[in-house]
C-alpha cells in the first residue's frame, strides 16, 4: 500500500530551524504532486506548501521566504526546510498526495 511518513519534528526555540522529511513507500513521489499541511489545535489543516512533479513550489502567504520545500528523488523523499519559526508554526505537519491516507504526521513546536 502507498503511504507517506513524515518525520523530523521536535521543540524549537522561536528563530530556529527544522527540517522536515516525508518518506514515500510503495510509491514514487517524484510521480505526484506532494504538500505539506499543518493543523494547529482547534485550527483547520491547511496547507503549507506544495511542490509539483516538475519542481514547481507553492506556498501559503505565512511561511513564505521561510520555509523551503524539495524532493530528493535518489531517497524517495520530499524535505520542509523551516527557518525563522515562530510560536504560530506550532502544528502537526503532515505530507499528502492524491493517492496516499493521511499519515500520523510530526508536531512541532516552537517555544522558549
Known amino acids: 500500500q502507498a503511504q507517506l511518513a513524515e518525520s523530523g519534528g521536535g521543540l524549537v526555540q522561536p528563530g530556529g530551524s527544522l527540517r522536515l522529511s516525508c518518506l514515500g513507500s510503495g510509491l514514487r513521489l517524484d510521480y505526484y504532486v506532494i504538500g505539506w499541511y499543518r493543523q494547529a489545535p482547534g485550527k483547520e489543516r491547511e496547507l503549507v506548501a506544495g511542490i509539483s512533479a516538475g519542481g514547481a513550489t507553492t506556498y501559503a502567504t505565512s511561511v513564505k521566504g521561510r520555509f523551503t520545500i524539495s524532493r530528493e528523488n535518489d531517497k524517495n523523499t520530499v524535505y520542509l526546510q523551516m527557518n525563522s519559526l515562530k510560536p504560530e508554526d506550532t502544528a502537526v505537519y503532515y505530507c499528502?498526495?492524491?493517492?496516499?491516507?493521511w499519515g500520523q504526521g510530526t508536531q512541532v513546536t516552537v517555544s522558549s
Open positions: 499528502k498526495n492524491s493517492i496516499s491516507p
